[in-house]
C-alpha cells in the first residue's frame, strides 16, 4: 500500500512555456501533499506545502506565482511550472501524506525529470 | 538559517563490510529524525526512523543512533551489500513547523564488490 504516482515522468519542453506535473496518491487520501525540487548530485528542497481545498504554502524563495500548486482532490495535486527556462530544469518530486498535518508517514513519488531547452 | 547536514559526501565499502553514515543537525526541536534512499533519478525511500528521545533504534540489517548531545546522527548498515548502493539522506521532522521534512546534504554510498 501507500503508493504515489507522478505524470509525467519526464518531460522536455520549451523555454516560455507551461509544464503542468501530476502527482498521485493511489490507495489513500492525501489531505497533505509535498513538492520538492532536487537539482543533480544535491539534496531535495521543499517547494510548498500543499493541503486539499486551500491555498499552498510556499517555502520562502519560491515564487508562487511561477510554481502553481492545485490539490483539488484527496488524491491529486497538480504543479504547473510556467513560462519555463532552462534553470527551471530539475526533477521534481511529490510526497503524500494521510494525516492531518504532515508527520512521519510521508510516502514519496517517483520523481519528475524536467528538462527545457 | 537551522539545517541538517553530513559530514561526508562520499562513502566507498567493500560488500559484506559494515557501512556508517552521518549526519549532524542543529535543530534542537526536532521530533523525528528519517533516513531516506535515494536511487539514481527514483524518489526517496523510508528507511528507518528514530524520535527525540529514543538514542538508538534497530531495524533490519540497519541501526539509527542518536546522539543529542553533540546533535548527531548516524546509519549503520550491516553487511552492506551492492543493492546498497545510493544516496542517503537524514531528514527531520518538527511538527510545530507543519510537520515538513528538512533534508540533509545526503552522502553517496558506494558498494565495491
Known amino acids: 500500500g501507500a503508493v504515489v504516482s507522478q505524470h509525467p515522468s519526464w518531460v522536455i519542453c520549451k523555454s516560455g512555456t507551461s509544464v503542468k506535473i501530476e502527482c498521485r496518491s493511489l490507495d489513500f487520501q492525501a489531505t497533505t501533499m509535498f513538492w520538492y525540487r532536487q537539482f543533480p548530485k544535491q539534496s531535495l528542497m521543499l517547494m510548498a506545502t500543499?493541503?486539499?481545498?486551500?491555498?499552498?504554502?510556499?517555502e520562502q524563495g519560491v515564487e508562487k506565482d511561477k510554481f502553481l500548486i492545485n490539490h483539488a482532490s484527496l488524491t491529486l495535486s497538480t504543479l504547473t511550472v510556467t513560462s519555463a527556462h532552462p534553470e527551471d530544469s530539475s526533477f521534481y518530486i511529490c510526497s503524500a501524506n494521510p494525516g492531518l498535518a504532515g508527520g512521519r508517514e510521508q510516502y514519496f513519488g517517483p520523481g519528475t525529470r524536467l528538462t527545457v531547452t | 538559517g537551522e539545517s541538517v547536514g553530513l559530514h561526508l559526501p562520499t562513502l566507498s565499502v567493500q560488500e559484506g563490510d559494515n557501512s556508517i553514515i552521518n549526519c549532524a543537525y542543529s535543530?534542537?526541536?526536532?521530533?523525528?529524525f528519517i533516513w531516506y534512499k535515494q536511487e539514481s533519478g527514483k524518489g526517496p525511500q523510508f528507511i528507518i526512523d528514530i524520535r527525540s528521545n529514543m538514542d538508538k533504534r534497530q531495524g533490519q540489517r540497519v541501526t539509527v543512533l542518536l546522539n543529542k548531545t553533540v546533535k548527531h546522527l548516524s546509519l549503520q548498515i550491516a553487511a552492506t551489500q551492492p543493492g546498497d548502493s545510493a544516496v542517503y539522506f537524514c531528514?527531520?521532522?518538527?511538527?510545530?513547523?507543519?510537520?515538513?521534512?528538512?533534508f540533509g546534504q545526503g552522502t553517496e554510498l558506494s558498494v565495491k564488490p
Open positions: 531528514a527531520e521532522i518538527i511538527y510545530n513547523q507543519g510537520g515538513k521534512l528538512i
Open positions: 535543530n534542537s526541536a526536532s521530533d523525528y
Open positions: 500543499s493541503n486539499e481545498g486551500s491555498k499552498a504554502t510556499y
